[in-house]
């Protein structure tokens, strides 16, 4: 990896201190990074014994510029870390990046507050609840609050003067008896005051204040015979009961709780995030994350706590979470990995989300392929005028160097797809010399009878590599085993890349950009690397064979050891008496010397 000049010097001048490096491209910054010693860490992305990735070695070969800050201690370093990457975004960095902003539930600092939803959060004094992951839950949270409360909607100034002075009238809402009239003074201050108290609680998770004043007020009205205004609060209670039986999943002992579980692959990370507030869940979230570098899942799920945290404002003093040694540089905060009871199971429930998410995107993904797979497939039935789907094609290749060791292979690909447990290479036995003709002849008579034999399927398809005379030869095979004409075949010829069918003198031509055509390429490349690689292991080991390993006391390690290094047996045999002792000791050199010696003279 070769490191210009100028970061070499940037390099040379980095502290062994606590703190954060900045990598820059020629637009800015790329990648924010942490480090207790941030020369010893930034200098192991350039050394060359450390092994990286091909994502982390594109982002080496961008760096321009390194910049860096020192602080105090690793927890200062995170958190400013942390912060750099919410501020820069560096394309490098894993970090969310949808600009989504969360809503909020707000009870406005005005007389007779309103309480409406809002993504914006204003330092107006007004109370905000939330942020709300989901706008669904939000809205069914205030649709409740309304059912239970007579709260007014107006944008109205309801002030003391402006109310005495008879401004406002009543609207719909209170013909309708969802707000009592406080315009027109019908409402007391002290009574709405209350019931803004209650949502107050209720918001914060504590249904508890709310449910005992409908439980005394219902017994109140029933005490005076007042039963209507008694099943009136009665369903209200009935609303708070169902709301509390629908959030409650986990102990009412449990309390103010963060909980995160991370799952990942190779290319992706899956979080969820519970908050948990007096035995319910008020707040989940699911998150799906692209890994951009080299990422553990600690590295991952610290970073995610940390944003999370910030962008729910959650003051949770314990967090659970669902791996080991996960540091967070949190003062107060107790982080634990819970194995029985209560927290067990809400860890269970978050890493669950987790592991739906991570199989459901998986699935897309698949079934994306397999979608991709059938369509390659129809087209080439449709290109090719098959009857059936090609979902099992087999692709034969003939190889032989100077007539020496004749070798065939042929390989498979099901659902569009190599399937190389099903390759195969083939000796040819009864073909004296080089005869492409009658090689192609016996490897199919093979191939086949040993299917028919096994009872196995037989291909949808089959491919020979080469032109008529090889195509005539496979015919003749599948006539000779009776089933010719219950599987379709063709052959490719490579110059014009020309698609031969038996019986047929013109030849198809396929259009070069077409998946049909790349597919049989594809098919016949892999089966001519088969067989060359096949044929040329056999070249080696006949040159072992018939060469040095003839040479009494020399055994087949050392020559490949020789072979290995020097490449043929002819530069072997050049080398010197010297040469050869430094390579295999003055033993065997000896014998290798009287060998050459020997067939020289012959």
């Known amino acids: 990896m070769a490191v210009e000049e100028s970061l070499k010097e940037q390099l040379k001048h980095l ?10 491209d020629d637009k800015g910054i790329i990648y924010v990074g942490k480090a207790i010693d941030i020369r010893k860490r930034v200098s192991s992305y350039f050394n060359r014994s450390t092994q990286h990735n091909k994502k982390t070695l594109k982002l080496i070969s961008q760096i321009k510029r390194i910049e860096f800050t020192i602080v105090d201690s690793e927890a200062d370093a995170f958190l400013l870390e942390n912060n750099l990457i919410k501020q820069h975004q560096p394309k490098y960095n894993i970090l969310l990046k949808d600009g989504k902003t969360y809503p909020y539930l707000c009870i406005t600092n005005e007389r007779f507050p309103r309480v409406l939803s809002t993504r914006n959060k204003l330092n107006d004094g007004s109370r905000y609840f939330g942020p709300y992951p989901s706008v669904t839950s939000m809205y069914v949270l205030l649709e409740m609050i309304r059912s239970l409360y007579p709260l007014r909607t107006c944008s109205y100034n309801l002030s003391p003067a402006n109310i005495e002075a008879g401004k406002f009238k009543v609207c719909l809402e209170y013909h309708i008896g969802n707000c009592k009239g406080p315009c027109e003074g019908l409402y007391s201050e002290e009574e709405y005051n209350q019931h803004i108290q209650q949502i107050r609680n209720i918001l914060s998770g504590n249904l508890t204040v709310a449910k005992n004043y409908f439980k005394e007020a219902m017994s109140a ?38 909980v995160f579980t991370i799952t990942s692959n190779e290319k992706c990370a899956f979080i969820n995030y519970l908050r948990v507030m007096n035995g319910s869940i008020i707040g989940t979230q699911s998150l799906e994350l692209q890994k951009k570098l080299e990422e553990t899942d600690q590295d991952i799920l610290a970073s995610m706590i940390m944003q999370l945290r910030s962008d729910f404002e959650s003051t949770s003093r314990e967090i659970l979470v669902n791996i080991d040694d996960l540091v967070l540089p949190l003062e107060g905060i107790t982080i634990a990995v819970p194995q029985i009871g209560d927290k067990r199971k809400l860890l269970n429930l978050s890493l669950k989300n987790a592991l739906y998410l991570r199989k459901e995107k998986e699935s897309m993904q698949d079934k994306a392929k397999d979608s991709n797979e059938v369509r390659i497939m129809e087209t080439m039935k449709r290109d090719l005028r098959l009857t059936e789907l090609p979902k099992h094609i087999e692709c034969f290749d003939n ?3 100077q007539g020496d060791n004749p070798v065939a292979s042929m390989v498979c690909f099901r659902n569009a797809k190599p399937s190389k447990k099903d390759y195969r290479h083939f000796h040819i036995k009864t073909v004296v010399g080089p005869d492409d003709f009658a090689s192609m002849y016996e490897v199919v008579t093979r191939r086949y009878r040993r299917l028919i034999d096994e009872g196995s399927s037989l291909p949808q398809l089959i491919i020979i590599d080469g032109g008529k005379g090889q195509l005539g030869m496979a015919v003749k095979a599948l006539k000779d085993l009776g089933i010719y004409g219950q599987v379709a075949i063709v052959s490719i010829a490579k110059r014009l890349e020309e698609i031969f069918y038996p019986g047929d003198t013109l030849p198809l031509y396929i259009d070069k950009k077409s998946e049909t055509l790349k597919l049989i390429q594809r098919l016949r490349n892999e089966a001519h690397r088969f067989g060359i690689t096949f044929h040329r292991s056999l070249r080696d080991a006949g040159t072992l064979q018939t060469e040095l390993t003839k040479i009494k006391g020399l055994g087949p390690a050392t020559a490949e050891k020789l072979l290995t290094k020097f490449k043929s047996v002819k530069k072997i045999a050049e080398l010197s008496l010297q040469e050869l002792e430094s390579e295999v000791g003055k033993s065997k050199a000896r014998l290798l010397l009287d060998y050459f010696a020997q067939t020289q003279n012959k």
Do not use: C, M, W
């Open 399 to 401: 190889s032989n160097f």
């Open 221 to 258: 009205a029933a005490a005076d015979y007042q039963y209507e205004l008694a099943h009136q609060y009665k369903q209200k209670l009935d609303v708070l009961d169902d709301f509390q039986a629908k959030s409650t999943v986990v102990s009412h002992t449990l309390t103010n709780i963060d």
């Open 15 to 24: 502290p062994h201190r606590p703190g954060i490096y900045k990598y820059y």
